[in-house]
């Protein structure tokens, strides 16, 4: 695919995404590996948009927008990481020391553009009042261009300017920092698995806990081995629970029954 | 103009029955705009408001009941999308059924059902599934393989007709759904759950790396701290110690999550610098 198309996509691909990811994913998300398939495609790079996707995908492993938080956006980082080490051959270090950064900052602009929502918000509510129904429709949509932009601003700053320029930093970057990133990333997965924690019945359901981290360690199955096992306790504690909240009923008549037959 | 347009329409209070199609296009609305124009105020109000805009006006063919409808779905509203489909096709039955007379009851089940569905919701949509499919599809992509990444946005998907399957569950069994739905939708959460303990199980000891290339020297010998003492003690030591002490850390007010990925970063950095940390050579 020609360079200019290319980055015609990846910017598009920042619009779908925040579009996407707002409304509670309707295909990538901003989950850094469905992204970096979609740039895999763009790029004809697989093998580089797969494992740099895949290292940011198992750091943000259940970092969360709940309810409208704002966290680091790591869809924004895999495009701007694997952008990066796709055109200026970075490796996967020096690639994420530029991409999470850039997730940081657009994470600034996200917050932003809630505060400036607020104003359109209040703009439709007029616009209903004054019966002009249709423009109000039209300021929603406003929004939602504005909501676009958190990710199209930049992202577009990075794929017309950035590769040179960013191609300097990385240079300037000592190697233990991107070392250090490095081992950041692999120490990541660890906030998510705690967090996990917190939410999950973990304290119930430990002996799950323990079994997964034995089967894994000391046994080396691997982590789709694991999931499915995980799968069929879960479909058996499933029909456990849904069954005992039948005999509630279910009880009592046979109770009644045994009655009558003594 | 305001007047000219009154004059050609329905007296107050009249009320109008959607189609099964303009009922379907609310729902698909809402499916495709939920969580767009949030904003710190009413958060999820405009989203609402322009998904109902259309079938609102259908139900409501004169312009103040349209109105006083409308600002009813101006006002705070926040949950997963997903489970908004749910309480948005129980709210459009309420409003074909009563018109405005529904509002305050209208209001009242959007509140109250928030909270616990989005509890629900966000722990399936957010947190399990990204988490099982997320563990699997970002290890399979660090070996260069894209079957995890394409499954999960297949499922994603598909999951385009089970939000419209939730608006007609909510469409049809309205205010019902409250004791029977959330029920059955807690003991699934918590059967899935535990698959979600195992597959964290494994990624503790997998997934999250911590490694010290560390040695000590006595005379000629030297012993790598590694492989010499912790992996002999139990594998992935440092990373399950590593889970139990962000676990404790969360649980205290001031540690954000935020200040736990800047924590983590700053111990890699200065780790990496006095040479404590390190990159396991690949074996």
Known sequence: ?262 | MSNEVKQNQPPRGTVKQLSKKERNAAFRRWTFVAGLGWNYETQQAPSVAYAMARALRKIYPNDDDYIEAMDNHFKYFNITPQMGNVVLGATLAMEEKDGLKATDAVQNLKVSLMGPLSGVGDSIFWLLWPTIIGGIAGYMALQGNPTGAIVWTLVSAALYFVKMGLSKLGYSSGTKLVTAFSERLNIFTDAISVMGLMVVGTIVATVVKVYTPLKFSTGKVSLSVQTGVLDKIMPALLPAALAGLTYWLLGKKWWTPTKIILLLVVISLVGTFFNILGIAPAK
């Open chain 1, 1 to 262: 695919m020609p360079i200019v198309l290319q980055n015609i996509l990846i910017i598009l691909l920042a619009a779908w995404m925040a579009w996407d990811n707002g409304t509670g994913v309707q295909l990538i998300g901003q989950w850094p590996v469905c992204v970096g398939l979609v740039l895999g495609i763009i790029t004809g790079d697989y093998q580089t948009a797969m494992v740099i996707s895949g290292t940011l995908q198992l750091m943000s492993l259940g970092v969360a927008a709940f309810g409208g938080s704002s966290i680091p956006e790591y869809g924004v980082a895999t495009i701007v990481s694997v952008f990066l080490a796709v055109r200026t051959g970075a490796n996967t270090g020096e690639a994420i020391a530029v991409g999470l950064p850039v997730g940081m900052l657009t994470l600034q602009l996200d917050i932003l553009v809630k505060y400036f929502n607020t104003f359109t918000a209040h703009w439709e509510q007029r616009l209903l009042h004054e019966r002009k129904f249709k423009q109000m429709q039209g300021v929603y949509l406003l929004s939602v261009v504005i909501w676009m932009l958190k990710y199209v601003f930049p992202i577009t700053l990075v794929v017309l300017f950035g590769a040179p320029v960013i191609k300097s930093i990385t240079e300037i970057i000592p190697g233990w920092v991107t070392t250090g990133l490095e081992v950041a990333g692999n120490m990541l997965p660890v906030l998510g698995v705690a967090l996990l924690l917190h939410y999950m019945p973990a304290r119930k359901y430990l002996t799950f806990l323990i079994a997964g981290f034995v089967l894994a360690a000391y046994l080396s199955l691997p982590i789709l081995a694991v999931a499915l096992l995980g799968g069929g306790a879960a479909y058996w504690i499933y029909q456990q629970r849904v069954a005992s909240l039948k005999p509630a009923s279910a009880q009592t008549v046979d109770e009644s029954g045994d009655d009558y037959d003594e």
